[in-house]
């Protein structure tokens, strides 16, 4: 768990603590809270939570240089087969093999970079739903600690 995500966690812990523990009023389930303590943890809560959302982009920036890396990849077996082409065309029956073997290469350059393409995609993918989920959560855990605060009103 990284530091951000552990210090929100254990933030809103003390927002619920400090919830649990308040005094209740007399002949109510209602309990009365200090709002500039809650206040004061909700602002450190919104402090920490930034660092989520720069792991978010460093994520998608690794996966854009990975895609970055694909295609330059991509662009070189390519570049590859062409000069295997350009070698190859002294003769006819040269030149159909080389055609062959060209489209061949080309097609598994293709193959390969659309692997990498889309292996590159899933793995972004699955980095930010987990983040996704986290940040739910955490979204979550703030909506129903604020719909507790507007409760003890």
Sequence with gaps: ??????????????????????P???????????????????????EALPGE??????????????????????ERITTNAETKIREMIDSNEITRNANTQAEITLENANTQAREIRLGTQKYA???LYRLQLQLKEINDQIEDNRKEIKDLK
């Design 1 to 22: 768990m990284k530091k951000d995500e552990s210090q929100v966690i254990q933030l809103l812990d003390e927002l619920t603590e400090v919830v649990k523990s308040a």
């Design 53 to 74: 959302l720069k792991t978010a982009r460093q994520i998608i920036a690794e996966r854009k240089q990975i895609l970055f890396e694909a295609q330059a990849n991509a």
């Design 125 to 127: 993918d699955k980095i």
């Design 24 to 46: 209740t009023i007399p002949l109510s389930t209602k309990v009365r809270v200090d709002p500039n303590e809650l206040i004061d943890i909700i602002a450190e809560i919104r």
